[in-house]
């Protein structure tokens, strides 16, 4: 599997390059055209409950989309729903990314992907509810941001600090606390930031640059009411 | 040179996201080997010289750090396998960083489950507070509701109401009903609602009551009843539904936590938003069983101290009761006619004998008036 990043900017695609019987997995909805080689089959990551769990809990798609070159080599298009930057990871079966809810876009067969129960004051304050994706295995790995993705790398018990609704990614061996973005509550909330992830390398964090939250809220101003 | 990475290492000079690398332990100490395509060289760390805690997003790796400046490296592990062998093989010298990294790990995985436990145990309790609890909260939240509240409700509901049908603006019918509300309201206490009453034409047999007072009252009702004293019963079990604000009750309880929050946090609009979104069935709400028969025992009691003579609610009952006969008592909401009109014969014996005073009007003239208002079919 072969991946090609087409338009990078904020209309990005990836065009993947499949051998035959490579298949490739990708959120459901993500493809936009492939090869007449390839089939398109639903599959349910980890077994049903796998499923179940990671569509109740993290609120992410129930099914994952499989693209397999069944029938000889070929390539896959897919495009993720939001406009936004596409990052491309490589995976060696030992690093470990955590991904918010919507930050996946596809993965090589040999990635691994389950939901992951955050800790309560994480899961209640960091924004990302209290299921997050753990992804690790090997191969390539396909995320997707609102807005520009930016790359953070953190040196050993260097510290950062992200607003946590821009969150898109970070390896495991990083840890995050959620703290007030002011030292007061009041200036917290004024300052329009409210809750703030202190990261802590080392390891690398993925942040997008635009909060879609907020752009929710920018947008339902101009959608007419119906009475 | 080919093994399958099992740690990361950092440090200067390597990937942020950490060098992929082959750890191997030995009674000396920890082998690092770099895997293909990575820029470390293979090393040996003797434990003397090491530091470990725990790491990682939920303590659970093995942090291995030495060397100092841009020599220092810091080593993930997170086999578990591996683990197990770093702390068989490493000398007691190291044994207190460990157990203190083991403590580490045990304590956050100690206040993570505390912190499940009790928020699971909060929902819980709160589950079973409202489940058990649910009519105590609805009459707490009911009871701190402000009479203009319901009022600005009930109107706006009663407006919408109105605003549809054909309202009779004055007559017979009209007067008639506002001497009965007249006669009873003047005998409330502290009575905190001004009552406002409609007669509306409808063939219905029914009147109803929002909250705040608003009470509407169908010409077909006047039209079944035989007698002033029947109609002003009925008026009198719609008016204490009032009175006991039933009405906020059942939708407080229609609404559920929502109204509950915004009565408590003082919020007006909201509540009238809530309210509006129910619209009309605020008017065909159906009252509990419970509601319905405080409703006739209180609505009997203010007959009796209006002096309007109580037999007539009385009456209106047993020929309700003639229709009842297929309705099946528990289904309904509603108690029997018959079983309503017995209950309500034993509370006026309890009451000493008085002498009522008739209505200033003639029943049959009001009902007169009704029929020639009726529009023609």
């Known amino acids: 599997m072969k991946c090609e990043i087409l338009y990078p900017g904020a209309f990005p695609m990836v065009r993947v390059y499949l051998n035959e019987a490579e298949t490739v997995k990708a959120e459901s909805g993500a493809m936009v055209a492939a090869s007449p080689t390839i089939d398109i089959e639903s599959k349910m990551e980890g077994g049903f409950l796998g499923a179940l769990s990671r569509k109740m809990l993290s609120g992410e798609k129930f099914f994952f989309q499989t693209l397999r070159a069944s029938r000889g080599a070929g390539e896959v298009l897919l495009a993720p729903t939001v406009p936004g930057e596409i990052v491309l990871l490589d995976l060696d079966g030992i690093n470990e990314y955590m991904v918010q809810k919507d930050g996946f876009l596809a993965g090589a067969e040999g990635v691994k992907i389950e939901s992951k129960m955050q800790s309560f004051t994480r899961g209640l304050l960091g924004g990302e509810g209290f299921f997050i994706l753990k992804i690790g295995g090997t191969g390539q790995l396909i995320l997707n941001s609102f807005g520009a993705i930016h790359k953070i790398e953190l040196k050993p018990n260097e510290e950062y600090i992200v607003d946590n609704s821009h969150l898109v990614a970070w390896t495991s061996t990083t840890t995050y606390n959620i703290e007030k973005a002011s030292s007061g509550w009041i200036a917290s909330l004024t300052s329009g930031e409210g809750l703030v992830c202190r990261f802590r390398g080392p390891g690398v964090v993925y942040i997008q640059s635009r909060n879609p939250g907020s752009f929710g809220n920018w947008i339902r101003q101009f959608i007419p009411v119906s009475e | ?377």
């Open chain 2, 1 to 377: 040179m080919n093994q399958a990475p099992n740690a990361l290492c950092f440090g200067d000079g390597l990937p942020a996201a950490g060098a992929p690398c082959h750890v191997t332990l030995s009674a000396e100490g920890l082998r690092l080997e770099p895997v293909e395509g990575s820029p470390l060289s293979e090393e040996f760390v003797a434990f003397v010289g090491m530091s470990v805690t725990a790491g990682g997003l939920d303590h659970d790796q093995l942090v291995v750090s030495w060397g100092a400046g841009t020599s220092a490296r810091t080593v993930y592990l997170k086999e578990p396998v591996l683990i197990v062998a770093f702390r068989r093989a490493a000398p007691s010298t190291l044994l207190a960083h460990l157990e203190r990294a083991a403590e580490q790990v045990r304590r956050a995985r100690h206040s993570h489950r505390a912190l499940w436990g009790s928020a699971v145990g909060v929902v819980v309790g709160l589950g079973l507070m409202v489940w058990f609890g649910s009519d105590l909260i609805v009459e707490w939240a009911v009871a701190r509701i402000p009479a203009q509240w319901e009022q600005t409700l009930g109107e706006t509901v009663y407006q919408d109401f109105l605003s549809k049908e054909t309202v009779l603006k004055e007559g017979p019918a009209v007067s008639a009903v506002q001497e009965m509300t007249q006669r009873m309201a003047a005998q409330i206490p502290n009575n905190p609602y001004t009552f406002r009453v409609s007669v509306v034409q409808s063939p219905v047999v029914n009147a109803f009551a929002l909250p705040g007072g608003y009470v509407v009252v169908f010409t077909g009702l006047m039209k079944k009843a035989e007698s002033g004293e029947e109609v002003a019963g009925v008026l009198s079990h719609e008016l204490n539904h009032v009175l006991q604000r039933h009405g906020m009750e059942r939708m407080v309880k229609m609404l559920g936590l929502a109204a509950v929050v915004s009565i408590l946090s003082g919020d007006q609009q909201g509540l009238i938003g809530l309210a509006r979104q129910l619209g009309l069935e605020l008017a065909t709400l159906k009252f509990g069983r419970e509601q319905e028969t405080e409703a006739d025992v209180t609505g009997i009691r203010l007959l009796y101290d209006a002096r309007i003579a109580p037999d007539g609610m009385i009456r209106f009952f047993e020929r309700l009761s003639e229709k009842d006969k297929e309705r099946v008592e528990l289904f309904s909401s509603h108690p029997m006619s018959a079983a309503r009109a017995k209950r309500l014969k034993e509370e006026l014996a309890a009451l000493p004998k008085q002498t009522s005073e008739p209505f200033t009007f003639e029943w049959k003239g009001v009902q007169d008036s009704l029929g020639a208002s009726e529009p023609k079919q």
